[in-house]
Each structure stands twice: as structure tokens, then as C-alpha cells.
């Protein structure tokens, strides 16, 4: 499957995704996204909230557990025939699991949960992110599909233990 993707001549989206992937470093799009929420009152406040706290619960599990324990190598785009302009940094961390997936189905999860219109958006945002980093060649497929479901656990996590504070009577 990897090969597949990184063979798939697509010019035309190699520039948008590359930046994509970029722009996803340290969950910057969430914690862009979790700004503007945040300046309104009451659930929006409150999603964006849960969704920092989701992104920080998978940040750590897929860096900080998962990587280290797994430490499975990086993708060796050259094999691949990855082009060039696809090419991000490739990171110096395990590749299973994907944090950059984790955090943003974290991010897509929690706040979805919290603001149910914004569950397709950000999910279609978070799968397009995981896709990225295949496309990139920084990752395999397995390590995003871990990283999806780790990012969704983390929301879980963060939602089911949060219930009382994002869900007030009234």
C-alpha cells in the first residue's frame, strides 16, 4: 500500500499536502482552530478545551508510549520513488504510531463531541492530515490507521472523564 501511494503520480495535490503535513506539526492547526473557539462562550469554550486536553492525552500516548515502544523505522522514501516534492523533514522518532493522525482525530473527536456539526469538517480534516503523512513518505499506512484509533481512544478518554464539566445541567 505504501508503495502504491508514494508510485500514484498526483502534481497536483504533492504541493497542498506537503504543506498540510507541514502545517500539522505540533498540532498547530488544532491549536488554531481550538483559538478561535475559544473566544466564544459556553460549548464552543468548552469543545475547544476538550480538544486541547484530547490532543495533549494522544500526544503524549504516541510519543511519549507508543513510539518507544514500538520503534519501528521510518519509510525509506528513496526505495519508494517518493518525489522529491513531496518531501517533508523526515522525522528522527519511531514512525508507529503517526502523532500527527493521533492528534488530530484527538482534536477532530473531542470537539466533535462536544459541537456535533463540526464532526465531519474535522474529521475530513484529520483523515486528509493522516493521508498526508503517507504521502509525504514519513509514514506507512498502519501507523496512521494506529494513530486514528489512538487519537479517537484519547478523546474517549478525555470526553467520557470530562462528561460533567462539557455537558452542564441547564
Not at 475547544?48 to 494522544?58: D, E, L, R
Not at 508507529?96 to 459541537?115: D, E, K, N
Amino acid at each position: 500500500m505504501y508503495a502504491a501511494v508514494a508510485a500514484t503520480p498526483t502534481p497536483t495535490l504533492d504541493t497542498w499536502l506537503r504543506e498540510l503535513s507541514t502545517a500539522a506539526n505540533h498540532s498547530k492547526i488544532s491549536f488554531s482552530i481550538a483559538a478561535l473557539l475559544a473566544v466564544r462562550p459556553g460549548a464552543a469554550r468548552r469543545a475547544a478545551a476538550a480538544g486541547v486536553a484530547a490532543v495533549a492525552v494522544a500526544s503524549v500516548s504516541a510519543n511519549l508510549l507508543g513510539k518507544q515502544l514500538a520503534r519501528r523505522p521510518r519509510p525509506d522514501r528513496d526505495a519508494a520513488q517518493v518525489p522529491f516534492v513531496r518531501h517533508v523533514p523526515m522525522p528522527v522518532s519511531a514512525s508507529f504510531p503517526s502523532g500527527h493522525t493521533a492528534s488530530a482525530f484527538a482534536f477532530a473527536t473531542a470537539v466533535g463531541t462536544c459541537l456535533p456539526w463540526t464532526s465531519v469538517p474535522l474529521g475530513l480534516l484529520a483523515a486528509t492530515v493522516g493521508y498526508s503523512r503517507v504521502h509525504t513518505g514519513v509514514h506507512y499506512p498502519g501507523d496512521v490507521a494506529a494513530g486514528a484509533l489512538l487519537g479517537m481512544a484519547s478523546a474517549a478518554a478525555v470526553t467520557g472523564l470530562a462528561r460533567p464539566l462539557l455537558h452542564p445541567p441547564g
